[in-house]
Every structure is written in C-alpha cells, then in structure tokens.
C-alpha cells in the first residue's frame, strides 16, 4: 500500500495557515495544499513529515503540537494520505524547493482557489475547519 503525510502549519499569533502552492510538473499543478510527501518504507507519519518539510521548506520549524485531523483510505485500499495540523507560535517565511511555486499564509476558512482535491475534503469533511478553530483555541490558553 502507497502511504502518503502532509502537514498544515496554525500559526498562533496570528490564527492563520500555511498552504503550499503546488508546482506546474506536479499533479494538480498549480494547486494549494499542504507540505508533505509519499512515506518510504520503515517510515513513520511523522518521519516521512520531518524529511519532507526538510526538502520542501528548508527545515523543520518548531512544532508546539502536532495535530492528526485526517486519513484519508482510497477506495480500494491501496493508498493512505494522513493529514496533521502543526501549531507553531508565529508565522515564518518558508525557503520553497522546485516542488512549490508559492506559499500563503491564509485565515482559516478563507482558503485559496484552486484547492488540491484532497487538502479540499480534509478541510470541508469531518468537520476540518472547524477542527482548526479548535485546535486554535486550546493552543492560545
């Protein structure tokens, strides 16, 4: 089974997000999402987060929480996305590789169009906004 993680970034000074604009020899070019990759073998969730936020952003920010909101299970079981929320305590600006071709930090709820299908459902089901919010709120006590 493919396994796959990304992370949306919370920033608690400002209570907005960080998405990822995708490159144009990606799939779903030139869409937002999150940061994050395929895991390889004997990685973790987490892991395979780490060394992807190392290639796509230039580094490993410091994470006061990480969040799981998601998984998503295809259809016919042959490929796993996890979704995580990191809370960091303030906005930074992102050193992107060639797999971006941008970034934004965002308010929540007010996301960019167009959305990557998957980071779309993440958001839009379970509730995920309002996950955000939450997750938001219990950080900033």
Request: hydrophobic residues 40%; aromatic residues 10%.
């Amino acid at each position: 089974m493919k396994q796959a993680a990304g992370v949306l970034f919370l920033a608690l000074d400002t209570g907005r997000c960080l998405l990822q604009l995708r490159n144009s020899d990606k799939r779903y070019k030139h869409h937002w999402g999150f940061f994050g990759g395929m895991i390889e073998a004997g990685e973790t969730p987490y892991e395979a987060i780490q060394r992807e936020l190392q290639e796509e952003i230039g580094m490993m920010p410091d994470i006061a929480k990480l969040n799981p909101i998601d998984v998503y299970q295809s259809r016919n079981g042959e490929f796993m996305y996890y979704s995580f929320v990191a809370v960091v305590d303030s906005e930074f600006a992102p050193q992107l590789n060639s797999e971006s071709a941008g970034y934004a930090w965002v308010d929540i709820g007010v996301w960019p169009k167009p959305l990557h299908e998957g980071t779309r459902i993440t958001l839009t089901r379970n509730r995920g906004t309002e996950k955000l919010h939450t997750i938001l709120g219990v950080n900033r006590k």
